[in-house]
């Protein structure tokens, strides 16, 4: 027999061993998420999941669900945290949305449209960050990592070849490559890689092509995140 | 259908395990971690290179660059700050002609400064390639500084410089009374685990380290925890005491050892593990021989290794690991990471470690003062310890108090003694406040000296930092904010980045450029810590700030406006434009 819990109110049936998110995705609800991508394990790095499970906070995509529990998620209070968190991970590296390749197909500022961040607000570390474009189909730009570890995980997990890791501890924690140079020409990662197109937000960005969709169509001009979904599910027509 | 549950945490590398182990041991014989030594390591243990190096960087005591023949680390906690560590550490760099942070020309000496080294009670204090010097003052210094510029080796430096005292000043239940080395394993033997688990659910024993989770509990849920093979389980002391201004865990270790591994093998007999590991604190290094000497002591008389006490089956030994210098592995989530060779990144729970632990297994985690207190314990009558504490937390306390008092040291007193009775015993005078349980724990103010120490009502893990009318608590909260933003491990959002901003705020304040807007961005940053950080230490760190601001007036008294102020000094940024213009005149300044 299937076991319930409420979101919001509504009743969202899941089975033993799933997490709030994994059962609130498959009934099509929508909780904010960047480090999450069902592809993988869960990570609960980014905490934008954050709900309030029995009045406790929880992140959705590491908490088991709970029979006949109340789960609170869109919420003034939750949207408001999400909101600071979000305006966190802006200061914290360097986002230049109107210069950026992923504009309007990124999740990060996707769900800052969402949660009505509108200004940073707190003050921008600005952060030195070279890019490193010595791949021949990819460059990444480190001013935009989010360290969700996507790429990690789909390295480590679908790809087999672990190429990205982090570094650093606190404040310096950062994205590094797995090469006897650093540098990502020099890794194993291929066109095809799982690593490659994974990223939500516009770290890690394929070459020889750029600014391909128009203003008014990318993924997030028509339709919020909430429902247009993760760029994750539109790979093939995104990147 | 049921579904296994998604792990959500970093699968255990290939060969992983013993990893630290090795980077610490080629850092104290090398000065560093070679690129030839990592590429040995990724070819021995099937891991990348971007793996290790991302270890290595997690670790404040692991370096992939030589930090000089001799490594001097001043602890910098705000005890030995008033004690004048810094002046004393300018001192040594001057003397040494050795700038701070970075290594000497010549590759002979650097000096830092690192988190506290658990010599509160006996500071200003330093680290010498992992081994203590505490007491310091001038006069040391310079004798040091010459030993260093004659390349004189450690081992003959007076060894009187290394002699830490224990410092107790008041015994208690557990510090007064005897313990036979085996007093525990030879209880169990006698009766049965199940006796052993109701003992201690009787005597109300609760974690030491401050949670105050019952040991019974957790040492039945573990004994309950299925595993593949008999005695598959693994027991951990954590003995990371990383807590600024603790130092209890270092005099048990060095005076009550025996009691800590009976207690370690007692668990190790109830739950059916046959394997045991000490997770030391890098800055107790010094502290491994003598603890290892003392476990071949055990092995001779037969209460470690194969046949414990001759029982066929109770097979049990103890590791020793040290850490390399973070805060954060005294979690117990993050220490199990570390020790299978990881970054110390909390994990996600469930599943918690007593159902799946170190590499899988049921494993217990408790603190050196937990498995003292369950190995006494064990050994005695019934309602020994129910004797002592309160009716939720009975027993008693072992307090690291330091800073503004006569004689600092270790105290220990029943659970439910009021603060300013232990105030009062230790010679504090004129007290402006007092911080307990460490920089995550509380800042009280006199009002609220009557209260007590106990679980339900001032919880600690044992700091205890006095702090009088002459000091200053900006600086105080400035001290533990650098701290966090130092020791927070960067994996989730809210702490990697408002460990920053809240340090970034509390420095401006301190400078002088505060408002009040910078008060809001404090409390905004402090509530979103507590309510979604992955950890404890992300939760906890603004404690402090919230009680100096909620309890004392100094911040107040400190801002420079009601209004916005910027960040930066617009002033001073206009400096490179009165540069390149060549102009200094009014019209020039803002």
């Known amino acids: 027999m299937l076991k319930h819990f409420t979101l919001d109110g509504k009743r969202i049936p899941f089975a033993e061993g799933q997490t709030i998110m994994d059962a609130a995705m498959a009934a099509g609800e929508y909780i904010p998420h960047l480090c999450h991508n069902p592809e993988f394990a869960p990570h609960g790095s980014c905490r934008v999941c954050t709900v309030k499970l029995n009045g406790r906070r929880v992140a959705a995509c590491t908490a088991p669900a709970l029979d006949g529990a109340e789960v609170e998620n869109d919420t003034d209070e939750l949207r408001d945290e999400r909101r600071t968190l979000l305006q966190l991970l802006f200061i914290e590296g360097n986002h230049i949305c109107p210069a950026c390749d992923k504009s309007g197909n990124c999740q990060l500022q996707a769900l800052a449209y969402y949660c009505g961040m509108t200004a940073p607000e707190f003050t921008h ?69 799982r690593a490659a197109s994974v990223c939500p937000v516009g770290a890690i960005l394929p070459k020889h092509t750029g600014y391909a969709v128009p203003i008014g169509e990318r993924l997030y001009d028509r339709k919020p995140i909430s429902v247009a979904g993760d760029v994750s599910d539109h790979r093939k027509d995104s990147s | 259908m049921v579904h296994e549950p998604r792990s959500s945490n970093t699968p255990v590398p290939p060969r992983g395990e013993g990893l630290l182990r090795s980077l610490v041991a080629e850092q104290y014989r090398a000065g560093f971690i070679s690129a030839a030594r990592i590429q040995a390591l990724t070819a021995e243990r099937g891991l990348t290179r971007a793996h290790i190096e991302g270890v290595i960087d997690f670790y404040s005591f692991l ?51 690192t988190s506290c080294i658990g010599m509160s009670d006996q500071g200003p204090s330093l680290l010498v390639n992992g081994h203590a010097i505490p007491s310091l003052d001038v006069e040391t210094l310079d004798r040091i500084a010459s030993r260093v510029e004659a390349n004189t080796p450690l081992t003959e430096w007076p060894q009187e410089w290394f002699e830490i005292p224990l410092n107790i000043r008041k015994k208690g239940l557990l510090l007064a009374n005897e313990h036979g ?66 130092f209890k865990d270092r005099v ?36 491994l021989a ?59 729970r469930p599943p918690f470690p007593v159902t799946r632990g170190y590499l899988g297994r049921p494993t217990v985690i408790n603190n050196v003062a937990t498995f003292i207190a369950a190995a006494m314990i064990a050994a005695r009558e019934e309602g ?66 009557d209260r007590t120490i106990a679980f339900e009502d001032v919880a600690t893990g044992g700091s205890f930092m006095i702090f009088n009318e002459s000091r200053d608590l900006l600086e105080v909260v400035r001290n533990f904010a650098d701290f966090f933003a130092h020791e927070s491990c960067g994996f989730c959002t809210p702490c990697r980045v408002g460990t920053t901003l809240i340090q970034q705020n509390l420095t401006k304040i301190g400078d002088g450029r505060g408002s009040r807007w910078d008060l809001e961005t404090l409390r905004r940053i402090g509530a979103l810590m507590r309510n979604t950080s992955q950890c404890g230490l992300g939760a906890t760190a603004p404690s402090a700030m919230f009680d100096l601001l909620d309890h004392f007036e100094v911040v107040d008294k400190r801002l420079h406006s009601d209004e916005f102020e910027p960040a930066f000094d617009l002033d001073a940024a206009l400096q490179e434009a009165r540069q390149a213009t060549g102009r200094d005149d009014p019209g020039a300044h803002l």
Not at chain 2, 81 to 104: I, K
Not at chain 2, 296 to 315: H, S, V
Not at chain 2, 318 to 327: H, K, N, V
């Open chain 1, 125 to 193: 570390r600005y952060p030195l960050r070279p890019l490193d474009a010595s791949h021949p189909d990819f460059v990444i730009d480190f001013n935009r990592c989010i360290l969700c570890e996507l790429c990690v995980r789909a390295s480590r997990d679908a790809d087999g070849k672990s190429v990205f890791a982090i570094h650093g501890r606190g404040i310096q924690a950062h994205l590094a490559i797995d090469s006897p140079s650093g540098k990502l020409g020099d890794s194993k990662l291929h066109k095809e890689d």
């Open chain 2, 63 to 113: 370096h992939l660059e030589d930090v000089g023949r001799f490594r001097i680390l001043f602890s910098d906690n705000i005890i030995e700050r008033m004690q004048g560590n810094r002046a004393l550490a300018e001192h040594l760099c001057r003397r040494l002609g050795s700038p701070l942070g970075e290594v000497r020309a010549d590759g002979r000496v650097s000096i830092d400064y």
């Open chain 2, 181 to 246: 080395d085996g007093d525990a394993v030879n209880a169990l033997l006698s009766s049965s685990p199940t006796a052993i688990l109701a003992k201690l659910e009787g005597a109300g024993l609760r974690g030491r380290g401050g949670a105050g989770f019952a040991t019974a509990a957790k040492w039945r849920l573990c004994r309950d925890a299925p595993v593949t093979q008999p005695n598959q389980r693994v027991v951990i002391c954590n003995a990371d005491e990383g807590e600024p201004g603790t």
């Open chain 2, 252 to 287: 048990l270790l060095q005076g009550y050892a025996e009691r800590l591994f009976d207690g370690m093998t007692l668990c190790a007999g109830v739950i059916g593990a046959d394997r045991g590991i000490v997770y030391l604190r890098g800055e107790y290094r010094y502290l």
């Open chain 2, 290 to 348: 003598p603890l290892q000497a003392s476990l071949e002591r055990r092995r001779r008389a037969g209460l470690l290794g194969r046949r414990i006490g001759g029982r066929a089956g109770f097979d049990f030994e103890i590791e020793i690991e040290l850490g390399a210098g973070a805060y954060i592995c005294g979690e117990e989530s993050s220490l199990i990471e570390s020790l299978e060779g990881k970054r110390g990144n909390p994990r996600n």
């Open chain 2, 384 to 449: 020994w310890f129910r004797g002592e504490g309160t009716e939720q937390s009975s027993g008693s306390k072992l307090l690291s108090i330091a800073g503004d008092c006569d004689h600092p040291g270790v105290y220990e007193y029943p659970f439910g003694t009021p603060i300013d009775q232990i105030l009062e015993a230790c010679g504090a005078r004129q007290t402006q406040a007092v911080q307990i349980a460490g920089a995550a724990g509380h800042l009280l103010p006199p009002a609220q000296f």
